[in-house]
């Protein structure tokens, strides 16, 4: 809409003099105060034709926004006009015909605002879980991770034990540098000092027996066994030279059967004969009712074989003999009771536990054919030690006759390996039982000496000593460990403190002593060393 044009007013210019009809001049001042009261009354009125003109452009700006506001509504209800054609046009098409138009409006303006709902809701979700996996994709990822978790544990703990494994080799290879060093040094300083073996061949000709008898003698030994078996055969012909023995004496050091002053006479049995009468004085022992010491009861012995006269003769005789025979099985034993070195309990049990698995393998025996199989061998060790490791069971088959390629239904003749020869010596399953005795009971000394945690050179008191064997040996009986107790500290059993008395720990002993001495006494295993629970 044209805002109207301001109206405009034209004056004109008058000069500076006027005259008045009279003639009479007028002057500058009067003609500017005019001038300038014009001007003012001029521009009040521009003033107030520019506020009207505001005024009116306000008035129509004001009618523009109606006109607009009320053009829009018009629009809006010309659409809604033409969607209720359509909506008209639809109902009346041939696949709908007969439904309401009002319902089918309605329905159609619910559906909209469903749309218009769902679009909401789908725009409002895609802003919220844009980001978001879905719960199966999580699931399976999640248990990849766990998978793979596992597998890294897996790979770390082999990691780990091959680094310690490593460590050890490194150790290992280390202290064998060392070794081959050593041994490297050692062989140097053998070559250089060393004597060439010797040739053992030429001892067939000096021996009595040739050829034959030392091939028997040098049977499975090696050079410093072999060196023993020479020093018997030539004792043996010394001896037999020999038709007197000088006495030793009084002297408190001096055996009590060996006590004698002046020259004894060598009675000069056989081997044999000397075997023989050992035999006989353990059985006797075996047998006795009140054990008196084992020196004392040797010369009583002698005394009533040989008579009073001729018992101090063969004391010297024997004792000769089996100090002089140390390879012989019989008279090593006999010489190592007889001078204290070893308990006769020793003896006597290993007699009884070859006794049992005679008895055992008899039992074993159904037929009496002294023939049992392999399996009942390898059953019958079992049962009778069953501390013992397989392969000191093996050991003892193998000794026995067993060999890889032995099925168990081989039989073997039991009784074979319980005889003895001529000289008194076992055979390989006897000596074989023996040789693991004394390592078993080197080993239990040993774990002894360590639960002690001493040196040997310390002393130990009593109850530690009985709290040690208990701790190694948990199946030992009151009276077996007061057996051990009693040997090691040199105390009779009925004077043996009780456990928690204050008088065990005023009952002291070197270490080294306490160790000596139980190996002198038949000491062995009585149960492992970790109880199984019992159920």
């Known amino acids: 809409m044209a805002s109207p044009k301001p109206r405009c007013s034209s004056f004109a210019t ?69 969607y209720q054609r359509e909506d008209m046009s ?20 619910m559906a909209r605002q469903d749309l218009t709902r769902t679009q909401m809701e789908l725009n409002t979700m895609k802003a919220n ?34 680094c310690k494994e490593h460590e050890i080799l490194l150790q290992l290879h280390m202290t064998t540098l060392k070794e081959r060093d050593q041994f490297h040094s ?22 009595a027996g040739g050829p034959d008898r030392w091939q028997m003698l040098a049977e499975g ?42 020259l004894v006479e060598n009675k000069k049995p056989t081997k044999k004969d000397v075997i023989n009468l050992l035999k006989d004085a353990w059985k006797q022992r075996l ?26 003769a063969w004391a010297y005789t024997i004792f000769e003999n089996i100090k002089l025979f140390g390879s012989n099985e019989v008279m090593s034993q006999f010489y190592a009771v007889l001078m204290g070195k070893r308990s006769e309990s020793v003896y006597i049990k290993q007699k009884e536990t070859v006794a049992q698995l005679l008895k055992e393998m008899t039992n074993a025996d159904s037929q009496n054919e002294g023939l049992i199989t392999m399996e009942n061998l390898s059953t019958v060790l079992k049962s009778t030690f069953p ?50 005795y004394v390592d078993e009971k080197d080993e239990y000394l040993q774990e002894l000496k360590q639960e002690l945690g001493l040196e040997l050179h310390d002393e130990v008191t009593l109850s530690k000593v009985r709290e040690a064997l208990m701790n190694i040996d948990p199946s030992l ?35 080294k002593i306490a160790l000596e001495r139980l190996q002198m006494t038949d000491i062995r295993r009585m149960g492992s060393r970790e109880q199984e629970p019992t159920s």
């Open 387 to 436: 501390f013992k490791k397989e392969e000191k069971i093996l050991e003892l088959m193998e000794a026995g006759g067993w060999h890889p390629n032995s099925s168990n239904a081989d039989l073997i003749n039991y009784r074979l390996l319980f005889i003895e020869d001529e000289e008194g010596q076992s055979m390989p399953f006897v000596q074989k039982l023996w040789e693991q």
């Open 477 to 511: 009986d009151k009276q077996t460990l007061n057996g051990y107790l009693s040997g090691a500290f040199q105390v009779p059993r009925t004077e043996l403190p009780e456990k928690g008395e204050e008088k065990e720990d005023g009952i002291v002993v070197q270490v």
């Open 14 to 82: 008058t000069s500076r003099t006027h005259m008045r009809p009279s003639g009479e001049t007028i002057n500058d001042s009067f003609l500017t105060e005019t001038k300038n009261t014009q001007n003012r009354k001029l521009s009040q009125k521009r003033k107030t034709l520019v506020s009207k003109l505001r005024k009116n452009l306000a008035e129509e700006y004001l009618r523009y926004l109606s006109e607009r506001d009320a053009r829009k509504i018009l629009i809006a209800d010309l659409n809604e006009l033409r």
């Open 186 to 207: 050692e062989l140097q300083e053998i070559q250089r000092t060393s004597t060439p073996r010797p040739d053992w061949s030429k001892c067939e000709d000096v021996v």
């Open 90 to 109: 639809l109902a009346q098409s041939p696949g709908i015909w007969g439904e309401d138009p009002v319902k089918l409006t309605l329905a159609l303006k």
């Open 287 to 312: 047998v006795e009712e009140q054990k008196e010491k084992f020196p004392d009861f040797f010369f009583s012995f002698l005394e009533h074989r040989f008579g009073p006269g001729e018992a101090m």
């Open 129 to 162: 879980f844009g980001d978001v996996v879905p719960r199966r994709d999580f699931e399976m990822q999640e248990k990849t991770n766990k998978e793979l978790q596992e597998q890294l544990d897996s790979l770390r703990g082999d990691y780990e034990e091959v």
């Open 221 to 262: 030994k090696n050079s410093d066994q072999l060196v023993d078996v020479l020093l018997e055969e030539i004792g043996e012909g010394l001896l037999r030279e020999k038709d007197f023995f000088p006495g030793l004496g009084y002297g408190e050091a001096i055996p009590p059967f060996l006590r004698y002053d002046g």
